[in-house]
């Protein structure tokens, strides 16, 4: 772990909650260990949420029909985008392991992050129609999802009234994380601390900084490769990808399943 550089990106107003916690004891846990630890603060940082035109220093290419994507890759080659965003970049290029820390909102994560991720992996930079999923600009660096939920872990399980947690993080895992190429490691999940004694919390934290001990050497979750998919065939898994999986028990991941029952594979690694 030592000289390894780590970017916290936290998302809580406030600094007496669980995710400071949190934050603070990875800080601290991964700093011990030598790592050179940054945090974006998000609220601290008033961090704009919203995709928007001034996000670009100067003129827009076309402002009749401004296309965010297209207009970001334009002005991130220019060395043209908001000053916040480039140094958020700068921070996420430099990191091996990144740490998103925040509060579940409505089953994902709260705005001022969504906007993190909508402004900072922009088109270009994070992703191309060459770079992604398994061959994603950012497959040489490892991403986990720490977050706290008000709702109990047997509520989101595939019997309980949530749904399947695993089903619940595809979007997050494999559409934002997965996409721009990071190996995902297993989320770190605080079940309802608000609802839990105190030294359960403190058990928790306790977990957490062991974990964070061998965390990058943790074996990543499990997706299937680009090289299963035909391109040619609108993305679609090849004929000997199903018969390598016909007998298998369960689907290959969340989002492909085969129509099988779902592989617990979005929290745990090596299943
Ligand atoms: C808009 C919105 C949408 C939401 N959507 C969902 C949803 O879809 N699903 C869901 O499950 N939940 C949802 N929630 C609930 C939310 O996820 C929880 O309220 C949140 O995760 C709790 O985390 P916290 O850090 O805010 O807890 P806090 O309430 O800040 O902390 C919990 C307890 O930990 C204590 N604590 C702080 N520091 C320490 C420490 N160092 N050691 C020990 N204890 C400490 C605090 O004092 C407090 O008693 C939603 C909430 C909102 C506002």
């Known amino acids: ?61 076309n402002a009749d029909n401004f296309r965010y994507a297209e207009e970001t890759k334009v002005a991130w080659e220019a060395g043209k985008l908001s000053d916040d965003i480039t140094e958020e970049q700068r921070k996420l290029t430099q990191a091996d392991l990144i740490i998103l820390q925040f509060p579940m909102y409505w089953f994902s994560l709260p ?47 595939a019997n309980g009234i949530n749904g399947d947690m695993n089903v619940t993080l595809w979007p997050l895992q494999n559409g934002i994380l997965h996409y721009c190429g990071f190996q995902v490691l297993t989320p770190q999940i605080f079940w309802a601390p608000s609802h839990v004694p105190s030294e359960v919390r403190s058990t928790m934290l306790e977990g957490w900084r062991k974990r964070l001990e061998g965390v990058l050497g943790e074996e990543p979750l499990a997706f299937t490769s680009m090289d299963c998919f035909d391109r040619e065939k609108g993305f679609q898994l090849k004929p000997e990808f199903h018969e390598e999986h016909a007998a298998k028990e369960f689907g290959p991941t969340v989002g492909t399943h085969l129509g099988k029952p779902l592989p617990p594979n979005q929290m745990r690694a090596g299943v």
């Open 111 to 157: 705005a001022i992050m969504k906007g993190w991720i909508d402004r900072v992996l922009t088109l270009g930079y994070a992703f191309s129609q060459e770079k992604r999923y398994s061959q994603g600009v950012f497959k040489d660096k490892k991403v986990l999802l720490s977050f706290t939920t008000g709702s109990q872990e047997s509520m989101f399980s």
């Open 1 to 61: 772990m030592a000289g390894k550089r780590v970017l916290i990106v936290y998302a809580h107003q406030s600094a007496g909650s669980f995710n400071a916690a949190a934050k603070d004891a990875a800080k601290e846990a991964l700093t011990t260990q030598g790592c050179t630890v940054e945090v974006s603060d998000l609220y601290a940082m008033k961090f704009k949420a919203t995709a928007t035109a001034e996000d670009i220093i100067g003129d827009v290419q």
